[in-house]
């Protein structure tokens, strides 16, 4: 399994950027997807989901409104695309997929794997 | 929105200690939590699902525990690539929640 994720970068408040996360070694359209970031020096904050067919997205109420997650099966890729963009959207961004288990006879959602990171920089 | 609450927020320990770590929801989320680890320049990795089950690959030194609200992730014999911070996360319900994380360093 591997998640390469790309298009972070430098933009100016207010600005737009989109991320890309590119999957391999593994069933991508099987599999529900998620965003997490964290701020620099801070911990982990789930930002988005998606499920397998793209109709179900579910967001933070942080970025309600600016961010939207979408996937293209066809091209095991998914993307964040981020609008408005704060000073505290700044964080390193991971595409993460999200594992369905059941357990004793629960269904249990983990994040099994992740990519390794790309840095946003949101500053004038 | 669901709460986690971890503690402590540090900790120091040697190798070979035994290491516990508390983490508690601010309602019940039944055995909807998962443990991560995450290592300075890297991803995080998932070390424990549901609670209790220990995710293939990983050391069983590692266990979880709990339910409910509270939950501890213990660590029988620390090793020096265990020197990192801990994050648990609840799956009860959206937003998905993570805790502040615990930072084990050396003593």
């Known amino acids: 399994v591997q998640l390469v994720e790309s298009g972070g970068g430098l933009v100016q408040p207010g600005g737009s950027l989109r991320l890309s996360c590119a999957a391999s070694?593994?069933?991508?359209?099987?599999?529900?997807m998620s965003w997490v970031r964290q701020a620099p020096g801070k911990g982990l904050e789930w930002v988005a989901n998606?499920?397998?067919?793209?109709?179900?997205?579910y967001y933070v109420d942080s970025v309600k409104g600016r961010f939207t997650i979408s996937r293209d099966n066809a091209k095991n890729s998914l993307y964040l695309q981020m609008n408005s963009l704060r000073a505290e959207d700044t964080a390193v961004y991971y595409c993460?997929?999200?594992?369905?288990?059941?357990?004793?006879?629960?269904?249990?959602?983990?994040?099994?794997?992740w990519g390794q990171g790309n840095l946003v920089t949101v500053s004038s | 929105d669901i709460q986690m609450t971890q503690s402590p927020s540090s900790l120091s320990a040697s190798v070979g200690d035994r290491v516990t770590i508390t983490c508690r929801a601010s309602q019940s989320i039944s055995s909807y939590l998962n443990w991560y680890q995450e290592k300075p320049g890297t991803a995080p990795k998932l070390l424990i699902y549901a609670a209790s089950s220990l995710q293939s690959g990983v050391p069983s030194r590692f266990s979880g525990s709990g339910s409910g609200t509270d939950f501890t992730l213990a660590i029988s014999s620390l090793q020096p690539e265990d020197f990192a911070t801990y994050y648990c996360?609840?799956?009860?319900?959206?937003?998905?929640?993570f805790g502040g994380g615990t930072k084990v360093e050396i003593k």
């Open positions: 070694g593994f069933t991508f359209s099987r599999h529900w």
């Open positions: 996360q609840q799956s009860y319900s959206t937003p998905l929640t």
């Open positions: 998606i499920n397998q067919d793209g109709s179900e997205k």
């Open positions: 993460a997929r999200v594992a369905i288990t059941m357990v004793r006879g629960v269904i249990i959602t983990s994040l099994d794997y």
